[in-house]
């Protein structure tokens, strides 16, 4: 049962770290809008999601990951602008801003099932 628990306590971490640096990508995106032949960038939740999904899901062979291990992917990726820009910059300062505010929310949002998830536990181990 407690390993259960730290797994279950381990995914949100891993949740939290991604999404903490998915902001500071953003961040630095937003901190370069003016910075000549700066190439945007993203964090690809969903390639990170595939690298770390191994990790909580047992494999009922060797070679069901290996695929996976051959080639392992950070999940940055360069974002392509909507507009061009002259000085070859890529951000574009309100596509930044509106993904920032909804990786912020989705940051809170794994805060607040964290926290449910904890208070529940609290709750089984006093017996209300």
Avoid: C, W
Avoid at 55 to 83: C, S, W
């Amino acid at each position: 049962m407690l390993d259960r628990i730290s797994q279950d306590l381990q995914f949100f971490q891993q949740s939290l770290g991604v999404r903490a640096q998915r902001q500071e990508v953003l961040s630095a995106n937003i901190a370069n809008a003016d910075t000549p032949n700066y190439k945007a960038e993203e964090l690809d939740f969903k390639a990170m999601l595939k690298e770390t999904q191994r990790e909580f899901i047992a494999a009922t062979h060797e070679k069901h990951f290996a695929a996976l291990e051959e080639q392992p992917d950070n999940g940055m990726r360069y974002r392509v602008p909507f507009n061009s820009s002259f000085d070859g910059n890529t951000v574009e300062i309100n596509v930044e801003q509106a993904n920032f505010g909804k990786a912020a929310a989705d940051y809170q949002t794994t805060l607040n099932f964290l926290e449910n998830r904890i208070s529940g536990l609290r709750k089984a181990i006093k017996g209300e």
